[in-house]
């Protein structure tokens, strides 16, 4: 099974109804296996005008009552930013994959990068809080991607998933789940005393259709959806809410990986397609006696600072094997008094395994 | 027009009054809509109003009492398609204007008529930017100055009910503020079709469009409607030069082609039908 595959695979696990898409390199073929599957079981595909459409369309069906999704690269991301603000705005649950290939702009159409991390959390102009998820293998291409539409209902905020490249077109062995193993989180749907746009932290949903004449909008916002855009207050409770719903569940929402991190004196961070080698070149090295350990993150943002902070505090060192300038190191900096040193690769090459070893012998 | 209080019941009276500029033919295109809904019958529960950014895109939004999606600029039109794929049997009506809708907006405009979804949009066509003050729009005539075209625009303006017919809409039609009943007229056939239905509404800003040609007051770009306004049964007498300038009003098209979403329906009615006897 190939990554991409699995993402689409992962949607339908996740509950995914409606997908609308446009073609682009390496991501066509999350589209291509939703075309096949989704109609097989009463869903939608639809291959729109551009990705501008296709997250546009996206949301009007998740308002009509849909678990719905996009999938894209680089340019198609760049080109989704203002109506992901949107989903942001309005609290609209829905997932976007961004199979991140090397950029910027056409770049290297083909080949994969993690160049989208900041992008995923800044694209969109203006404050607010993403999800994102970072798979590193086929099998997590699907299980993230079925959360990522848990997380999406639950928080009402529009979730992440960046795989690269690689590993969208990495063929590796994958096990499907049984699905009832996978719980679905349904969709709070609000009732008359209830507001769809505040009055809690993380308000019910008012669907399109059911005759509650629900009024969303892109600009600012009272808690009863109609428009208030010269308040200062209104604003400012908006904005804090939909930021601090998220942000005080960083903690429920941290995935990662840890390895060896017990006496470890060096630490290696990285995530995705960069943490293959990563693990290869930690496993090499405890096996020569040297003291490393890995921590690798299953999601991005909101970033695990914590855990992040605590590492810091053990180790010397921090290693960051990333496919890209430094846009996951600088982030650990920002938490950590000990030296970050990023293993920066880029070009659509992934690391190899003796190059970041090479990093590690170094500093142990 | 006769005042009906029934129509009242499709206000969000407490919005009230509107933010339009005095004369603004947007509250002629927002009374029409609600008479003729009022007048065809239609319950504002089956009624799910999507819009864009733009002076017209407030008629839907907050105005109107019915679930509104009012969207990022330009785009209303695709994500009114998903709404109709999720709940093709209600109205999934766009109202907004020609800067949002053919402007930044075009490629969608002409994707959603070729696929004949079946939204009804009523595409209010002022010939400016007027929210912004009064910026060339896609649609202002040749020669008209504008805050961004001081020495008069350079471009010739785009005929959108033409461009939405060559795309295959299923019916389009072409009329001003002046001609109330007409339009209303028209409205409700457009609601009653199946396909991609578009009406494009030739209306009045007085604020940032009229004073640059010397219509200040909405009653002057009315008779101006009034005066140049031909209807298309009678083009055909009419040579190009005599056509010049002129507003060809009434219906351009109406025709019965597979409606988006049904086509959409069959095939996973099809498959699922495949897929469970498998
Ligand atoms: S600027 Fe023009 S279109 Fe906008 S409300 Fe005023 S008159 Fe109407």
């Known amino acids: 099974m190939q990554g991409d595959t699995a993402c689409a695979y992962g949607a339908l696990y996740g509950g995914c109804n409606f997908f609308a898409g446009y073609p682009i390199t390496p991501a066509s073929e999350i589209a291509e296996s939703l075309s096949i599957e989704l109609p097989n079981v009463g869903g939608y595909c639809l291959q729109m005008e551009d990705e501008i459409a296709s997250i546009g369309a996206v949301i009007g069906a998740v308002w009509a009552g849909a678990r719905g999704m996009t999938a894209t690269s680089g340019p198609g991301f760049s080109l989704m930013q203002e109506n992901i603000g949107y989903a942001f705005m309005t609290e609209t649950p829905c997932v976007i994959i961004d199979v991140q290939r090397s950029g910027p702009s056409t770049g290297q159409a083909t080949l994969p990068a993690q160049g989208d991390i900041m992008q995923a959390r800044w694209g969109t102009h203006g404050d607010h809080q993403i999800i994102a998820l970072s798979p590193a293998t086929v099998q997590e291409c699907l299980t993230l991607t079925a959360d990522a539409f848990n997380l999406a209902e639950r928080y009402r905020n529009p979730v992440i998933v960046l795989t690269d490249g690689e590993i969208g077109h990495l063929r590796e062995k994958m096990t499907f789940p049984d699905p009832s193993d996978i719980e679905l989180v349904n969709r709070r749907l609000g009732s008359s005393n209830q507001h769809a746009f505040g009055g809690e932290m993380i308000p019910p949903m008012f669907e399109l259709g059911h005759g509650s004449f629900v009024h969303v909008t892109g600009s600012s916002h009272k808690e009863t959806g109609m428009r208030d855009v010269f308040s200062q207050e209104v604003h400012d409770t908006l904005i804090r809410r939909i930021y601090t719903k998220i942000d005080v569940n960083r903690d429920k929402l941290v995935r990662v990986e840890e390895h060896f991190m017990d006496d470890a004196e060096v630490a290696l961070v990285s995530l995705g397609v960069a943490s293959r080698p990563t693990m290869g070149a930690v496993l090499e090295a405890r096996n020569n006696g040297l003291k490393v350990g890995f921590l690798r993150l299953m999601i991005v943002w909101p970033f695990p600072k914590k855990k992040i902070a605590a590492i810091g505090k053990k180790v010397k060192k921090i290693l960051v094997p990333e496919m890209n300038l430094g846009q996951l190191s600088r982030e650990i900096e920002r938490f950590v008094d000990c030296e970050v040193v990023s293993i920066s690769k880029v070009g659509g090459v992934s690391h190899r395994v003796s190059e970041i070893y090479s990093v590690i012998e170094h500093y142990t | ?278």
Not at chain 2, 38 to 48: E, F, P, S
Not at chain 2, 163 to 191: F, P
Not at chain 2, 199 to 205: A, F, L
Not at chain 2, 253 to 265: G, H, Y
């Open chain 2, 1 to 278: 027009m006769a005042a009906n209080n029934n129509i009242l019941n499709y206000i969000r009276e407490e919005i009230f009054p509107t933010a339009f500029c005095p004369g603004c033919g947007c509250g002629t295109v927002l009374n029409c809509f609600v008479h003729m809904l009022d007048k065809v019958g239609i319950d504002k529960r089956d009624l799910i109003l999507v819009t864009g950014i733009g002076c017209s895109s407030w008629i839907p939004s907050p105005y109107l009492e019915a679930d509104t999606l009012h969207t990022t600029h330009g785009r209303p039109i695709a994500f009114a398609t998903g709404v109709k794929v999720m709940k093709p049997d209600k109205y999934v009506v766009v109202i907004a204007g020609d800067g949002d809708l053919a402007g930044i907006g075009g490629n969608h405009l002409m994707h959603a008529a070729r696929r004949n979804v079946g939204l009804k949009v009523f595409l209010v066509n002022n010939y400016i930017y007027g929210m912004t003050g009064g910026q060339v729009a896609p649609t202002t005539p040749t020669g008209v100055p504008t805050t961004t075209t001081p020495y008069g625009n350079p471009e010739p303006p785009m005929n959108i009910a033409e461009i939405v017919t060559a795309a295959g809409a299923d019916y389009v039609a072409r009329w001003t503020t002046y001609h109330v009943r007409k339009l209303m007229h028209s409205m409700e056939q457009a609601m009653k079709k199946k396909g991609f239905s578009l009406i494009e509404i030739m209306s009045q800003c007085p604020v940032s469009y009229g004073k640059r040609v010397k219509l200040k007051k909405g009653s002057d770009m009315l008779r101006y409607f009034r005066d140049n306004s031909v209807p298309i049964q009678k083009t055909g007498d009419l040579t190009e030069e005599e056509l010049s300038g002129k507003i060809v009003i009434g219906k351009l098209v109406d025709r019965e082609r597979t409606e988006f979403t049904a086509t959409l329906n069959a095939i996973v009615e099809k498959r699922e039908k495949e897929v469970g006897t498998s």
